[in-house]
């Protein structure tokens, strides 16, 4: 039976909803956020975080810088040759111009705002005759030439890399986990930052309101299957500029609730009805528990059914967040603690955590670094390189030398070893391998994109790993998943510095 008294749809409610987050075009401003922002009257992220790529001239780092700004990444390129970098660079890329043996050159201001590195230099290598216009060095992998080293490897892989690190690191070691909304010291009138979006903008009845307590935010009121409805929420208007939580594993509540199952959104675009990236959550009936929502388990949703080839969750670019009860979980299945009728869920706070869970420097190194040398090691069967380390002034030593820089530096890394690489168009299916053992071929296309990969990737966090293509698998999302399992962290392996 239908209850006329609670059923009655308010279409003064809907138009308050409505407006409140700014969808009628006259009422409410999108520029509300920055106001805040400049009174510090809420405790919000900084938005400004970099991606430096060094070497972002060469093979490798000028794909990487392509790809981080296509994903919308805040790019900067370090190069030595900034005439080189406007032709070889996208026209948008800041750059700066620096030499890493040379650490006066290595200023502050390169650092200020970065919380990533992806480093990508490497001693010159080519023929003896001189690097040919076509840059055949690029066919290594496929075709052989004999190299000479232009530059003194000791230089550039070792002291190269300590110059980088000592000047990076001050900036690295920030960028620590943020506090969103701290709900208990608030400064703001949480009526400007947070609004109420129930079930009344599909015809529905219920009704939810979020206020201020001793011990936070208090998410309460009533929810009803009345209309079809049964959902209620609480929503950020849209941040202007976006968010940037690049840098971090996911969110973090402390919250007390009444035993209900709830939902976290955030949403990567600034349509008011657009895809959600969610995450379920049970509450404990009146007692406060933290929950940790890691970016990599969020679901791409549309209105609570799950979105198939959704782009991925991009951190960089938060547009709002929202806390939800609903009947519904996914696909239509039902939320299976879900009751309608009076519900609450206190919130202390919102923030980030794991800042120092994924990598903060990587390095492109290469596969062969611990083979000159290594007893047993049959030559012949070896990779032109590791064949001619000692004719390239022990390069692969002191590349291996500057990884130890990088695995030392207290700075959490992913240190990618590939083989041979070819300028072969990418979308090849990788191949992990731990030792120091693998010999093969991979395009530099791939690297690049393994490189984007790891920037997110907590399994990845301080490893140490070499890559090939891998012709026998297709690149899916249960690929790159099963790669990154299947990595064990350099604290663990007693295999890898021999
Ligand atoms: N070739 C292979 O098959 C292979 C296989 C495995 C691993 N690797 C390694 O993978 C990494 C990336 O390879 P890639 O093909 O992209 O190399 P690349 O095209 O030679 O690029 C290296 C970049 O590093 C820059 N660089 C060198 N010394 C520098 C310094 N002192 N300060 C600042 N920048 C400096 C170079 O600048 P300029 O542009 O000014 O010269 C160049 O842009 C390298 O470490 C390489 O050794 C290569």
Redesign the pocket.
């Known amino acids: 039976m239908t209850n006329s008294k609670t059923s009655q749809w308010k279409s003064s409610r809907l138009f308050q909803t409505l407006g409140y987050f700014g969808v009628i075009p006259f009422i409410g401003s999108v520029k509300w956020l920055q106001k805040l922002f400049g009174q510090k009257t809420l405790l919000l992220a900084d938005t400004s975080e970099v991606v430096l790529v ?8 000028k794909r990487v810088v392509s790809r981080l700004l296509n994903r919308g990444y805040q790019v900067r390129s ?4 900034g005439k ?1 970098a406007r032709k070889v660079l996208p026209k948008n890329v800041e750059i700066v111009t ?5 650490p006066e050159t290595l200023t502050p201001e390169i650092f200020k705002d970065v919380s990533k590195i992806i480093c ?6 080519q023929p003896p005759e001189g690097d040919t216009p076509k840059r055949e ?2 066919s ?2 496929v075709k052989f030439f004999m190299p000479q080293v232009v ?1 003194d490897p000791k ?3 070792y002291e ?1 890399m300590k110059n980088l690190v000592a000047a990076a690191k001050p900036q690295l070691q920030l960028g620590d986990n943020k506090i969103l909304f701290d709900f208990k010291n608030p400064t703001q009138d949480l009526k400007e930052t947070w609004g109420a979006l129930d079930d009344v903008v599909m015809g529905g009845v219920s009704e939810s309101s979020i206020c201020l307590t001793d011990s936070g935010a208090l998410f309460s009121g009533n929810v009803s299957t009345e209309n079809s409805g049964g959902f209620v929420s609480v929503r950020t208007r849209n941040f202007d500029p976006p968010i940037n939580l690049l840098g971090s594993a996911g969110i973090e509540l402390r919250v007390k609730g009444d035993g209900k199952r709830y939902k976290f959104f955030l949403r990567c675009e600034d349509k008011w009805d657009g895809v959600g990236y969610s995450y379920s959550f049970d509450t404990v009936y009146n007692i406060w528990i933290t929950i940790r929502i890691p970016f990599k388990d969020l679901i791409p949703v549309f209105r609570a059914n799950v979105v198939e080839n959704a782009q991925p969750f991009n951190p960089n670019q938060i547009y709002s967040y929202q806390l939800m009860l609903s009947k519904f979980e996914y696909n239509r299945g039902l939320n299976p603690k879900f009751a309608p009728g009076f519900f609450q869920l206190e919130v202390e706070y919102i923030k980030t955590y794991g800042c120092d869970q994924l990598p903060k420097f990587v390095l ?4 062969g670094v611990t083979r000159p040398g290594r007893p047993g090691l049959n030559l012949d069967e070896q990779p032109k ?1 590791v064949q001619l380390n000692d004719q390239l002034k022990g ?1 692969l030593n002191w ?1 291996f030398e500057g990884e130890e820089v990088v695995r030392s530096c207290g700075i959490p890394y992913t240190v990618i ?6 300028e072969k168009p990418g979308g090849q299916a990788l191949m992990f391998d731990q030792g120091d053992n693998i010999k093969g071929i991979v395009s ?1 296309d791939d ?1 690049a994109e393994l490189c984007l990969k790891v920037l997110e990737e907590d399994r990845a966090c301080n490893t140490t790993f070499e890559v090939k293509g891998d012709p026998e698998n297709q690149v899916s999302p249960e690929n790159w998943e099963r790669l990154f399992n299947g990595l064990e962290s350099d604290g663990k392996k007693s295999s890898l510095i021999v």
């Open positions: 060094v070497g972002a001239n060469g093979g490798v780092g370090l190069v030595r040759d080189k620096a030499d890493i043996t040379q990508c230099t490497g001693t010159r290598v060095k690029y290594q992998g530059e230089l550039v892989e190269g492109v190194s290469s596969a390189i390069l590349k070893r590939p083989c041979g690489m070819t530099r690297i």
